[in-house]
């Protein structure tokens, strides 16, 4: 009622009944109680909403748990195989990391993350930390969302190889490691560590070398 500002979501107060009742959009029994299913009524329209069938009036605002209950599933079945392999292996969640990070007075960062979740919050950082990120290899989108002149519809994908490089190339800029996220046909590149921070947004191609070529699996040491 406090969402709706007290107010009958069907008649807007026209009614000027002061009755005001909590209407579920769905079946209880499938929908549940969760505030996306409800819908605050004065009685007067609630009572007209169950007599002329009106009930596919409002539709639920959230949606369903479909996705979260696969993901749930799918964890499950991930975290036993790898705990029949390896017996030492446990489970954590992210609100427990979160509290021995603050504990300790530590800062948030993904190396900190990794020590708490080790159980080893205060252990001595290494002097280097490895990262690893997961790229794709492929842009599955065949064409570009908006047609050109004449409805003629252009292809999503850049050219493979741009003036040597391509996409996730890691090349040395300016005496500094770093990866190709963007590309231009003219030779100009997006360029980024693998935490997002940007080193140069149109960096010519003259002013790059090569040191990897791109994989799908990216790795920088920092």
Known sequence: MYRDNH????CRGKSK??????????????????PGNLVTLCET???????ESLENYFHPKDKGFKDESQFTI????????????????????????KNTRIKNNLPKSHAVDARCISGNPLAKPPVNTLYIKQVRKNNRQLHKFNPSKGGIRKANKAPYLVKGFRLFDKVLYNNRKCF?????????????????????ASASHKRLDLIESATSMLKEVS
């Open 7 to 10: 107010t009958c979501q069907y």
């Open 17 to 34: 009944d002061s009755i005001l009742n909590v209407h579920h959009i769905r079946s209880r029994q499938s929908h549940g109680d969760r």
């Open 45 to 51: 329209c609630h009572t007209k909403l169950h007599k």
């Open 74 to 97: 799918l964890r499950w079945f991930i975290y036993n195989g790898i705990k029949e392999k390896y017996p030492d292996v446990n489970l954590t969640f992210g609100y427990i990391t």
């Open 180 to 200: 190709i996220f963007g590309r231009r046909k003219s030779g100009y590149f997006d360029l980024r560590l693998l935490d997002g921070t940007k080193i140069h």
